[in-house]
């Protein structure tokens, strides 16, 4: 057999195995999210498949030292692929529900099934490398030379599976033809050592292509309006059970943006962020930058109520501004929207802003570079004399470790920092760049312009001051996964009832 039908399948085979890798994340993340403890499983599991399938195609390959049933386990592997995305649509299905009414043995043996149904395919496509080795190798003095090559090969196609998958085929493609394009080129890489009639499963393959894609199932009352996979996420724009149109990201928990009604607000913690002005006594003129500025909820809602204010909004993913535009009105928006990451687009920043507002945190997705002293202290910097922070954080009911850390932070650089809790799940922490601006905050909060007095009256009235924390969250140590983690987990463990964030 030619050598280069083996090089061929050994690069398919490492292309597709970081592209299953990948994927798979992304087929769990409408609905279990993308946090670090996903990622762990995800990771983790490929690497203990991928294990087994080294260990088993070194034995196999020494019992059956064919092309042909080596061509026969890639074409295993091509087949469990192609069904992966319609066999775990019940066990998604299922957690969708479940998390509804969170159910945690639901939710935990739904996520358990899913990876374990990746075992089949990657286990195959781990004992690849070995068993074409085992084909390719004729005389020991060309068996490290064979051998590396053929690695070197798997390795290169690893890397291009992990290029493709994540920049090309499933911003284009979507998550579910990802899959099935993965598994029609492994199986054409493995034609080459088969019968013709193998070429029946390329073709199966093909036609699944054509089979539409059923969406992700809704909350109880819902109407998906769009929902769609950008290269960050999967986003859903949502008509929901009152009759507000949201954004939803990943696994569709968390609200992350509301279209403001005829009255400007929207009910969620949103509305205490209108607050700020009133807070430094700034109604005009003012500068606000929103980090995490996603649908943009606070940039409308400014333009309602502040109209002189000028919104800069950060939002690292193009694709949700874009629905934000389409969808949710930000174009009537005071606004200049930053497609960037926020830290470092607020660190390379020479602009000063009178208040800054951090929208990016959303149980259990706290992204640690936001949250430590050296980040706090960029905010700082970039406030006008007697300017404010403002932050949303977000955290199951009676788990408020992560809060704690967070403002105990804020406090070991902001002189002035308090909290006012929102709902069960929200808290609204501010800080004041001076200590002098703090001063009679609460009375302007009292003073604020109808309609927000009642709202601002009522942030003043429940508003605590935060103490600096001993131990503040730092860009080396801040350990904010591990937090919202085991919270998450306590909270599903209790069966407390769901509720909108």
Sequence with gaps: MPQYRLYVLVFAAGLCSLGVELTAARLLAPFFGTSTLVWANVIGLTL????????LGGRVADRWPTPRHLGYCVLLAAAAIAVLPFITRPFLAAATDAFSSVQTGVVLSSFAAVLIMFAVPITALGAVAPWAIRLAVHSIEEAGRVSGRLYALSTVGSLLGTFITVLLLVPWIGTRRTLLVLAFLLALAALPLLPRRAALVPLAVALLL??????VKAAPGDRVVWEGETPYQFAQIVDDASGKRVLRLNEGWATHSIRPGPSGLVGGYWDRLLCLPAAIGTPVDGRLAVLGNAGGTTAVQYARFWPTWRVDGVEIDSAVSDLGYRYLDMGSAHLAVHTADARPWLDQSEDRFDGIVVDAYHQPYIPFHLITEEFFRSVRDHLTPGGAVMINVGAPPGHDQALAAIAGTMATVFP?????????????????RDAGSAVGARSRLVG????LTSLCSAMAADAARIQPTQEPLTDDHAPIEWLTDTALLSYLREGAPGAER
Aim: charged residues 10%.
């Design 48 to 55: 203990l498949y991928l294990s087994v399938g080294y260990w």
């Design 210 to 215: 054509l089979v539409p894609e059923q969406g």
């Design 416 to 432: 002035v920092v308090e909290q006012s809790r929102v709902n069960d799940f929200n808290t609204i922490v501010w800080g004041f």
């Design 448 to 451: 604020a312009p109808a309609p």
